[in-house]
C-alpha cells in the first residue's frame, strides 16, 4: 500500500549557492586548529578540577597545600568555562586561556618554593627516633630525604615553567589562526560556523572584526549570501 508524502509544510528556496557552500568549506578546515585548541582547554580544565577536588580531603592540615587545591580547582574550573570562548569563535578567549595556565603555573611554582624554603620533614619524626643510635645511618637517610625533597619540589618548578608555559603559547598560537581565518574569510561565513558551533554570534569587538556590515537597504551586500540566479 502507497503511503501518502510527507508535508513538510511551506518550501523556502535554497538561499546558498555553490560558492557560498565552498566557502563554508575553506573556513571549516581552517578552524579545525580552534576545534581542537577547545577540546585541549575541555581536556585540560577537567583534569586540573579533578585534581584540586580530590586532593582537598588530604590537605585540609596544611594552609599551603588546601590554598593549592583550591587554585587547582579554581583554575580548572575557569579553563572549562573560558573554552566556550572558543566555541562562539572569539579570538580574545585564547588570550584569557593563555594568563590562566600562567596562574596555574605561578601556582604550582609558588607551592614548591615554599616546600623548597621550608626543607623536608624531620628524620626523627619519621622514624621514631630509631635512627638515633646509629648516627652514619642517620645523616645517610637524611642526606637522601633532602636530596628527594630538592628533586621533587625543584622538579616541580621546572616542570610548572615548562608545561604551563607550553600551553599557554599554544593557545595563543590558536588565537593567531582564529584571527586569520576572520581576515581571510567573509563575516557571515564566521557567524554561521559560531551559531552552529557555539549556539552563539561572535560580537564584533571581541573578534577584531575589520570587514563592514551589510547595509541593511541593500540585503545582497557583499557580507550576505545571496543565491546565483537560475
Not at 586548529?33 to 592540615?61: C, D, M, N, Q, Y
Request: aromatic fraction near 6%; include cysteine; charge should be positive.
Amino acid at each position: 500500500m502507497a503511503h501518502a508524502p510527507l508535508d513538510l509544510g511551506p518550501t523556502r528556496a535554497d538561499p546558498l549557492g555553490p560558492a557560498d557552500y565552498a566557502a563554508l568549506a575553506r573556513a571549516g578546515s581552517a578552524l579545525r586548529p580552534v576545534r581542537r585548541g577547545e577540546r585541549v582547554a575541555g581536556a585540560s580544565g577537567l583534569i586540573t578540577l579533578l585534581a584540586g577536588l580530590i586532593s582537598l580531603p588530604f590537605v585540609l592540615g596544611s594552609g599551603v597545600g588546601l590554598a593549592l587545591a583550591v587554585s587547582l580547582a579554581v583554575v580548572g574550573w575557569r579553563e572549562m568555562f573560558l573554552r566556550k570562548g572558543l566555541r562562539s569563535l572569539e579570538p580574545m578567549a585564547c588570550g584569557r586561556l593563555a594568563r590562566n595556565q600562567l596562574l596555574l603555573g605561578a601556582s604550582l611554582g609558588l607551592y614548591a618554593i615554599v616546600q623548597l624554603v621550608r626543607g623536608p620533614a624531620d628524620l626523627g619524626d619519621i622514624t621514631g627516633g630509631q635512627l638515633d643510635q646509629v648516627p652514619e645511618l642517620a645523616a645517610s637517610a637524611d642526606g637522601i630525604m633532602r636530596l628527594v625533597h630538592l628533586g621533587v619540589y625543584g622538579g616541580l618548578v621546572v616542570g610548572a615553567v615548562v608545561v604551563q608555559g607550553s600551553q599557554a603559547l599554544y593557545y595563543k598560537r590558536v588565537g593567531k589562526k582564529l584571527r586569520r581565518a576572520y581576515a581571510e574569510h567573509p563575516i557571515w561565513v564566521m557567524r554561521v560556523h559560531a551559531a552552529a558551533w557555539g549556539g552563539a554570534m561572535p560580537a564584533r569587538a571581541a573578534a577584531g572584526f575589520s570587514q563592514p556590515e551589510p547595509d541593511s537597504a541593500d540585503p545582497g551586500g557583499d557580507n550576505v549570501p545571496t543565491r546565483a540566479a537560475a
